[in-house]
């Protein structure tokens, strides 16, 4: 149980276009789904939380223009890197909490690799 | 600020033997704590969790202490394997604030034959 997926796993994209990445629990409602990135050989840094239904809360330091979440269902969030730019390129992985699991607990997609050429 | 460390970039244990990988965090705000196994290009997998009422919970050959008087707590891998080599993640929340985790840098663990 508690499989979260992730696609692409993989995309590579021209500056200046849009990439979107979606976030899905497959087994379990989540009512709260996190976008997190991560550089090589560094921790994962929260971008934002998403509950459904509702905005997007943005870590400080996050441009919410830039970075698109939406969060349409209890099993799908998506990502939209808007106007990509070579400093984009990073490793995105969502998160997904359970609606009646535990509540600290978050299941984590298996990433998706950005590059932006 | 990094809230959540992981002084130790990596240790190396031979199998079978136990490996013991430490966290230290500074807020004492944080209530419950989470360890993450994580391999290259994929997302961290949930191992085992504490919450800050207890000071020790285990789960097959992991288990996890907290010190909370001292802000640290550490995995325990017993018997080690080789499967278990990895990139292990310390995490740290706080009740009531919607989750949000605040990772450590990770702890590299090879474990040789």
């Known amino acids: 149980g508690a499989v979260v997926s992730q696609h692409p796993s993989r995309v590579i994209c021209k500056s200046g276009t849009s990439v979107k990445i979606e976030c899905r629990s497959l087994?379990?409602?989540?009512?709260?789904m996190f976008w997190y990135r991560q550089f090589p050989k560094q921790s994962l840094m929260l971008m934002a939380t998403s509950n459904e239904g509702s905005k997007a809360t943005y870590e400080q330091g996050v441009e919410k223009d830039k970075f698109l979440i939406n969060h349409a269902s209890l099993t799908l969030s998506t990502l939209t890197v808007t106007s990509a730019h070579p400093e984009d390129s990073s490793f995105y992985i969502c998160s997904a909490r359970s609606a009646s699991g535990p509540t600290d607990t978050q299941y984590f997609g298996p990433g998706t690799r950005l590059t932006v050429l | 600020d990094q809230q959540v460390k992981q002084n130790s970039p990596s240790l190396s244990v031979q199998e079978g033997r136990i490996s013991i990988l430490n966290c230290d965090y500074t807020?004492?705000?944080?209530?419950?704590f989470l360890w993450y196994k994580k391999y290259p290009a994929e997302g961290p997998t949930f191992l085992i969790s504490i919450s800050s009422i207890k000071d020790k919970n285990e789960d097959g050959r992991f288990t996890v202490f907290l010190n909370k008087s001292a802000k640290h707590l550490s995995l325990h891998i017993v018997p080690s394997q080789p499967g278990d080599s990895a990139v292990y993640f310390c995490?740290?929340?706080?009740?009531?604030?919607?989750?949000?985790?605040?990772f450590g840098t990770g702890t590299r663990l090879q474990v040789t034959l």
């Open positions: 995490a740290a929340s706080v009740s009531g604030t919607a989750s949000k985790l605040t």
């Open positions: 087994d379990f409602q989540a009512t709260t």
């Open positions: 807020n004492s705000m944080f209530d419950y």
